[in-house]
């Protein structure tokens, strides 16, 4: 597998199980380790803030790389940052006393404290997309930072409405919630947690394709994870959704 692929499965992995087999996520540090600079040469390490400096995404020129819920950016910008981040997100989660990943990890908040769409008013285009990445990123490397998470909270907030996007930045956003410091995910998620139990109690998904199979036992998961930081939903924080025989659909079984 390609470093993306390790960076996809294992955020995949984490979202449905809460947790990795101890030598799985041994081997999935030493794989990202390992990839630190390996990439290709879209532009030279600490050109600018704007781009990565640890994992430059491998080419050729102009390749996009997916999203963990399967988007496809449409600029380097949104894809090299998503590459990047995502990949020391994991780290600082599974290695967070590594020296070379407490290293990475600072040089990578300075880098984006330059940035339009890691520290300002940003919902220009796909900086609105990579505001979104860096939420996530911070909710592991910077959990303490509330004033910086509530910021890009707040550029979400701002921005979201502006033109009609795609349902990923939605469910990205959800995602971000799902694993941000609860006291302040809980006052976004109450806006949205009517929305997220119908979704659980009386939606399901196709599972035509390839994708529909990998993504969608991914949302729903999400989903779980988020309502189960409350006490009444706690008991369902290990539940897996299921396939109904008479329908081929993926549900979730929300009943005690």
Request: glycine share 6%; net charge neutral; with cysteine.
């Amino acid at each position: 597998m390609d470093l993306h692929e390790w960076m996809i499965q294992g955020n995949h992995e984490l979202i449905r199980y809460g947790t990795l087999p101890e030598e799985r996520g041994k081997e999935l540090v030493e794989r990202l380790l390992e990839g630190r600079n390996g990439g290709g040469d879209i532009w030279s390490p600490g050109e600018t803030s704007r781009y990565p400096i640890f994992y430059i995404p491998p080419g050729p020129k102009g390749k996009k790389w997916k999203t963990v819920l399967g988007q496809v950016p449409k600029t380097q910008l949104f894809s090299a940052n998503m590459y990047e981040l995502e990949i020391l997100r994991l780290l600082c989660l599974l290695a967070p006393n590594r020296e070379e990943v407490r290293q990475m990890r600072a040089k990578t908040l300075d880098r984006l404290r330059g940035t339009c769409f890691g520290y300002t008013d940003d919902g220009v285009g796909e900086c609105f997309d990579v505001s979104l990445v860096v939420l996530r990123f911070l909710a592991i490397a910077a959990p303490e930072d509330s004033e910086w998470i509530l910021s890009r909270i707040d550029n979400y907030n701002r921005h979201r409405e502006e033109k009609k996007r795609p349902w990923f930045c939605l469910w990205y956003f959800w995602l971000c919630l799902s694993e941000l410091p609860f006291p302040l995910a809980q006052p976004e998620i109450e806006k949205y947690k009517g929305e997220m139990l119908n979704w659980l109690t009386n939606k399901s998904c196709v599972m035509h394709s390839e994708t529909d199979k990998t993504i969608h036992p991914v949302i729903l998961c999400m989903l779980r994870n988020t309502l189960a930081r409350y006490p009444e939903y706690e008991y369902m924080k290990d539940r897996q959704p299921y396939i109904d025989e008479k329908d081929g659909r993926l549900h979730f079984h929300m009943a005690r």
